[in-house]
């Protein structure tokens, strides 16, 4: 007969930290040791842990989620190209340089409605300056010929980051 060992105090932790990490690093100077505190466990434990979850591939990177709308952000686009297959590696790392870009990646096509198949982001204050700026990176980047359409958003969805643990 298989029994189910009990779980460890160091796997609690480890998995409260786990679900701590999902609504992000808190905002104080040492944010390692405020997880500490809560997960019952070593500033160094923790930093040691996540680095191990990095190395095992569980955490791929650490990254930050700003709420832009609450900042004055509000004009943002999504540029979607239609690029030739085999130019759009090279396309998505030229945008990916430019400063006002601040995300960018490739999706298939969904023929016959939807033939892009390169996105970047631009956050701007203002709709007018995104595409005064976006028209600077076509000029920039030779992109003048590439069919594209620019996106506004009108509405900002719930942002957060990786989910490690199951609700």
């Keep these: 007969m298989n029994q189910i060992a009990p779980i460890s105090n160091n796997a609690s932790a480890e998995q409260r930290l786990r679900a701590?990490?999902?609504k992000g690093l808190p905002l104080t100077p040492r944010p390692w040791q405020t997880l500490a505190k809560q997960?019952?466990?070593d500033e160094e434990d923790v930093m040691a842990t996540i680095e191990r979850w990095q190395s095992e591939g569980l955490i791929k990177r650490l990254g930050l989620v700003i709420k832009h709308?609450?900042?004055?952000?509000r004009a943002n686009a999504m540029v979607v190209w239609d690029v030739p297959d085999d130019q759009v590696a090279a396309v998505?790392?030229?945008?990916?340089?430019e400063p006002a870009v601040?995300?960018?990646?490739r999706r298939p096509r969904r023929l016959p409605d939807w033939?892009?198949?390169l996105f970047c982001m631009i956050h701007g204050t203002?709709?007018?300056?995104?595409?005064?700026e976006l028209d600077a990176i076509m000029t920039r980047q030779a992109l003048d010929a590439i069919p594209h359409q620019v996106l506004f958003s009108t509405h900002a969805y719930r942002q957060h980051g990786a989910r490690y643990i199951s609700e």
Aim: contains cysteine; aromatic residues 6%.
């Design 69 to 73: 709308r609450p900042l004055g952000i």
């Design 102 to 105: 601040t995300l960018c990646y």
């Design 39 to 41: 997960c019952d466990m």
């Design 126 to 132: 203002q709709r007018s300056r995104v595409l005064t």
């Design 115 to 117: 033939p892009f198949n």
């Design 92 to 97: 998505g790392r030229r945008l990916a340089t």
């Design 20 to 22: 701590l990490i999902e």
